[in-house]
Every structure is written in C-alpha cells, then in structure tokens.
C-alpha cells in the first residue's frame, strides 16, 4: 500500500532532501515507471548520460538509488514514490526488471541471515556469554568506579556551596566535571553535566534552579547505583550501565524474547546530539499494548538505516534491549507497511499518567522520558506553556516545546489527543492525531 505523500516526506534525511525530492515528483522526469506487489521502479534523467536507476521496496519502505548522493533515501527515491502517491496510473504493472529483482534478493538474503543470528544467539550458553562479557568490562569498570567517586565528591562540595556560589563561577567547572568523566568512559555523565551547567545561564528559562538540583539529584542517584550495582536486580544493572554509557551487542538483543503484533508508528523526533543525529521513533504495539522506543544515529549527510513514517503502522517483531522498564527495542521483522487509519493504543487520562509514571519509576527511578497518548487535552488561550484536561487541570508544556501556536489553532478550543513524553513535570508533544490523520510535530508544524 503507498503512503500518503506526508508521510513519504517525513523519511527524508533533512528537509532540503524533502524539497529536492518534492521538485521530482513530476512525471517529465521520470522513465520506464513500473511496479509489482513489491517494489516501485523507474529512471530518472540527472546531469550525467545515463538516468539514474532509482527502486523502493514497498514493505519496508527501503529506497536503492544509483545516484552518487550519500543521503539515504535520495531526492530520487522521494521523487519517485512521491510520484506514485500523486500519479497511480503512470506506474503499470509488470514484471521487475532484473537490477530491481536482484536488489529485492539481496534484501532478502540479509534477513534470512539475520534471522539465522538469532536463532544462534538464542542457542549460546548465556553462562558463557556473560563471562566473556565480564572480561572485557574489567578495565573499564575500574576506569568508571575512579570517575564515580571523584564525582560524588564534587557533588558533596557543590551541595555545601550551593548553586548560587558554582553560578559565579561560570561554566569552567562544569566542563572540567564534564572532561573527567568523558575520560573515566562515562560520556553521557559528561554530556548530562555540561547540559546542566547550561542551564544555570538560561536566564529565560522557567525554574532553571530547580531543573538543575532535578538533574544534579538524579545523578547523584546514579553514582549511588554504581556503587551498589551488584545488589541490585540484574534488570536494573543494566540501566545503569547503560545510563552510564555500556552499549548492548546486537546478540544480547537479539537473545531476548520476541514480541510479534501490529505496530503503529505514533511519533518521530530527529535531534543532534554532539557530532550525531539521533532519530527518535515512537512505537505502540497491539495485543500488548506495549511502547516501544527505536533510536537510531547518523553522521553528517548519512541518512538513516531503517525508515519509518509517523502515521503507519506495520505487521513485524520487536526485541527489546534488556531493562527494569525496557521501552528501547530493535525491529527484527517488518512488513506489510500501510498508513495508519485509527488508534490502537488506549486513550490515558492525567491521573492515569500520574500512576504509570510512578508505576514504571518503581521498577526504573532512572526513567527520563515516559511515552503517553493523552486525550481530551485543551490549549490554554491565556497561558500558552500549558494544556488543560477534561477537568480543567493544568499540565505544563516542556520548556523545549516550541509550538503552541500550532496546537491553538489546531485545536481551536476542541479537545485534543496528544502523543509525547512525560518527565514527571511537563509534557512535550511529539504528534497529535487530529481528525483520522497524525501530524507530527516535527514534519507538519514548521
């Protein structure tokens, strides 16, 4: 089934692919157009001799272009299945010319293979798996265990000083925190610091203390963690690890239990995070019920792996990473794509977050970002940093929201259901589904 042409959109690497890609959807570009069940084709003329072969496999959607851009998918990839959305007619049905039928096979060999690695991870001695683990963990262990404590003292003489004394004192101290604990090899300690001494200087920021001591309270949290690690649960260890900066393998991943259903895409956000771009894809799974977290992470021009629209949903198998509260997944299976015509998950109301958030910090105190679907939510036409529910009750937009204009004239005085995260004292909206379409806030309100 062919997406609609904002959700093709939304798989564009940065909005001037989505641009060049929407100039060549036009059908004088374009040649030999065909399709199957399974895929899209067609050749479009570019500055060189010979028109560049440009395929979409229509169950991922996967783009395949022979153009020389490192963008993925290319402007001629969005081009062509842009095409399609706009003009079905041009594209007749036939057989696959044997480049799109060879790319379509080699696709398909790399998930046999990857299913054959997990069904061989599943097999491995988890005792032997672990201890070889454990070996390689030693000597950074050792690093991580001498930063932990040099910061648990900076914390202690921070708590003496209080944060009105470091303020004086500008940024110098935070980013020497920062270095050391990027030198114990615990970076996203480091990026959590530099990021909260930030703050203090965000004179425009609303109760800047009080995110601060927030933060600085939740680190400190996790050097206690650290120092406990082996009393706690095995699942918790490995938040805290994580938290901490250890990657999991793909085998781990791939060991965990697989959880099969439909999975709507409810929410997509794509930030920069030092010399990467992190995309960050929101899942929700039917029967369970489950949210699922997908990241993935690029450098430069590279696009992304794996495409996902918001607005469709897909038939596929999740494994999700190990944890308390595990949210972050890997998709192991996907197909059968389509765009998504209602909502699967149930609808939570503000005392309903309340108690699954303090549900889900009981098993994870560590828990930064809660995924919630929240009805029935109003834009305040006075106060634009907050939405009002059912009852009128006041909840707080977060500081980086950037869009309420967009949710007021949305709106327009109607209830609202709203797709974000919750941090325990704001909301940041991701999506909102507004009369039988999603819009995400990243592609449709700027």
Not at 29 to 41: F, V
Not at 169 to 182: E, S, Y
Not at 239 to 245: E, F, K, Q, S, T
Request: glycine share 8%; net charge negative.
């Amino acid at each position: 089934m062919t997406l609609a042409a904002n959700q093709i959109l939304a798989l564009a690497p940065d909005p001037a692919s989505a641009k060049a890609g929407s100039q060549l959807s036009a059908a004088h570009h374009w040649s030999n157009l065909g399709k199957s069940d399974a895929a899209l084709w067609g050749e479009c003329q570019g500055s060189g001799k010979t028109p560049y072969k440009t395929q979409v496999d229509l169950n991922g959607p996967a783009f395949k272009c022979t153009c020389p851009s490192r963008k993925f998918p290319c402007k001629h990839g969005l081009g062509l299945y842009l095409l399609k959305a706009a003009e079905p007619a041009l594209f007749q049905d036939g057989a696959e010319p044997q480049w799109v039928s060879d790319w379509l096979g080699s696709r398909q060999a790399r998930q046999e293979k990857k299913a054959d690695t997990a069904a061989a991870a599943s097999t491995q001695d988890p005792a032997l798996a672990a201890a070889q683990t454990r070996k390689r963990e030693e000597k950074r262990e050792d690093k991580v265990d001498a930063g932990m404590r040099e910061l648990q003292t900076w914390l202690h003489d921070l708590a003496r000083e209080g944060l009105a004394s470091v303020r004086s004192r500008g940024q110098g101290p935070w980013d020497a925190i920062a270095a050391r604990m990027a030198d114990a090899q615990a970076a996203p300690l480091s990026r959590r610091l530099r990021h909260a001494g930030g703050l203090l200087y965000q004179s425009g920021r609303r109760n800047a203390d009080s995110l601060v001591a927030n933060e600085l309270a939740s680190i400190y949290l996790l050097t206690q963690a650290w120092q406990r690690l082996d009393s706690l649960p095995s699942a918790l260890q490995a938040d805290v690890r994580a938290l901490l900066g250890w990657t999991v393998s793909q085998d781990e991943v791939l060991r965990q239990p697989g959880i099969d259903g439909c999975w709507q895409v409810l929410a997509q956000t794509t930030f920069d995070d030092e010399r990467l771009r992190v995309r960050a894809t929101w899942l929700h799974g039917d029967p369970d019920a489950r949210w699922a977290l997908l990241l993935q992470y690029a450098a430069g021009a590279q696009g992304f792996e794996l495409q996902l629209a918001p607005g469709t949903e897909f038939d596929g198998e999740l494994r999700f990473y190990p944890g308390a509260y595990p949210l972050r997944a890997q998709i192991r299976r996907q197909e059968n794509t389509r765009p998504l015509v209602s909502l699967a998950a149930p609808l939570s109301d503000l005392d309903t977050l309340l108690d699954t958030h303090a549900d889900a910090l009981a098993v994870q105190p560590f828990l930064e970002r809660h995924p919630v679907l929240l009805g029935g939510l109003v834009p305040d036409t006075a106060d634009h940093g907050i939405l009002r529910d059912a009852g009128g009750r006041a909840i707080a937009l977060h500081p980086d929201f950037r869009h309420p204009w967009h949710l007021l004239a949305l709106s327009g005085g109607q209830p609202l259901t709203v797709c974000g995260e919750w941090d325990g004292r704001s909301l940041l909206p991701l999506s909102v589904w507004h009369e039988g379409r999603l819009l995400n806030v990243d592609g449709d309100f700027v």
